[in-house]
């Protein structure tokens, strides 16, 4: 029971992350703030899918679930890249 509440609290971060990056790219329509919030969106419905589905599934088709957490971080790292990559040709 605790760790379900504690995935929910996981999950409710996740999307008031997103919230929050959104507001800052709808400020200064900058990619970066965009891409964060899609990245922390689909870390929070990751979290909401393992909460409805993992218990279901078994062990060995359990790291399926990491996927779309993989995604996210490969996200994450490709708008920091992209961040960096513009500014150079900027300058």
Known sequence: MLKILLDGAVM???LACALFFLRFHKQSKDRLFALFALAFTLMGLNNLF???VGP???EERRHYL???RLFAYLLILG???D???AGRSAG
Request: net charge positive.
């Open 50 to 52: 393992g909460l409805l």
């Open 56 to 58: 279901s599934l078994d």
């Open 83 to 85: 961040k960096n990559r």
């Open 66 to 68: 990491y996927v779309v």
């Open 79 to 81: 708008a920091i890249w």
């Open 12 to 14: 409710m971060a996740y």
